[in-house]
């Protein structure tokens, strides 16, 4: 099969699996060739597709496998990276509908909001930090469109890194506020802990993340645009979610973020 085709072929069966709330075997059983990069290659023309069947827009982008328990569980030493479209985002006090989703899990995130461009190559941790104009807490709602979340790096690459929804907190603060690898997160659900971390979960310091997808979205030509969030990658494992639950994370100076699932 030519390349294009491929890339065709598994950015409408991830659609469609989306859509239809049905899960997909591993793309790399059918397509030995996929590999990371033509896997970014299938991202862009699912978010293609997306945008034009959805009458949607690109607001930015997330990182994903960005801890070292995720990258051990898929075998891999590498993060990922996905887009953020408008449509993704869910405000915060709306109870959400699990009913759209597929098998959806919620983590704790650090929000960034540029207002900068920020283009590889040698991005560092000072200039992702100095285009920043605020960051605040956030919630991502993940969901595999692959069985049992069964899948290798470029799977996930190619399903825009497992992306779903995202819940943005509304109080902003300056990156220069807090220490934001020192930063403690204490996530919860229904009252109760259930994982507990710091900023430098993900690959030492959050920035970092981002500083890293910076650098390899000159590969494509591409950039963290002004205005663009960015999800900088999870500080804990991700939690499953039952209709009824209520979720709430809190950071360490910049404040708390809450979700509560319906049927
Ligand atoms: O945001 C994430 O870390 C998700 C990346 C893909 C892996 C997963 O589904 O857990
Ligand atoms: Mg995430």
Known sequence: MIKTDVIDQIAHELYEAEKTQTTVGKFVDRYPELDADLAYQVQDRLIDLKCKEEKTR???RKLGLTSKAKQQMIGVHEPSYGVLLESMQLMEGEPISISPFIHAKVEPEIAFVFHKEVRGPHVTVAEILAATAYIAPALEIIDSRFEKFNFTLADAIADNSSSSRFIIGERFYKPDEVDLRLMGMVFKRNGEVIETGAGAAVMGH??????????????????IKAGEVVLSGAISASATIAPGDYFSASFDGIGSIEAKFTE
């Open 206 to 223: 959050p920035a970092r993340a981002i500083a890293w997808m910076a650098n390899k979205l000159r590969k494509t030509g591409q950039s």
């Open 58 to 60: 690109i607001v930015g």
